[in-house]
């Protein structure tokens, strides 16, 4: 017979690390490498950038349109996105 243990701990915890891998939260101490890129040494800018290009969020409160479909909603995050060269900022083209 086998037994096996699963580790689930509190969700503060695993906000806390889910942030942190993100690029959200910066760490107090130590280093948060992500794919081996050293995230935590990022500066804001390119932080940003990396998180556009290499992390995606589904927050609970999303800040939706909530006129648009869901499809319509992330087609206007990624024409923002196109027209600025930044993530989710900038003036949509008339």
């Given at each position: ?6 580790w689930d701990p ?74 600025t060269g930044e993530?989710?900022v900038g003036t949509?083209?008339?």
């Amino acid at each position: 017979m086998t037994s096996s243990r699963s580790w689930d701990p509190p969700a503060r915890e695993k906000t806390t690390l889910l942030n942190l891998i993100g690029g959200l939260d910066s760490p107090t101490q130590g280093i948060i490498a992500v794919a081996g890129r050293r995230i935590d040494q990022l500066n804001e800018e390119s932080l940003a950038k990396w998180r556009a290009s290499n992390v995606g969020f589904v927050f609970q409160f999303y800040n939706l349109l909530p006129t648009l479909s869901a499809q319509k909603n992330v087609e206007l995050a990624t024409a923002a996105d196109q027209t600025t060269g930044e993530a989710g900022v900038g003036t949509m083209p008339a």
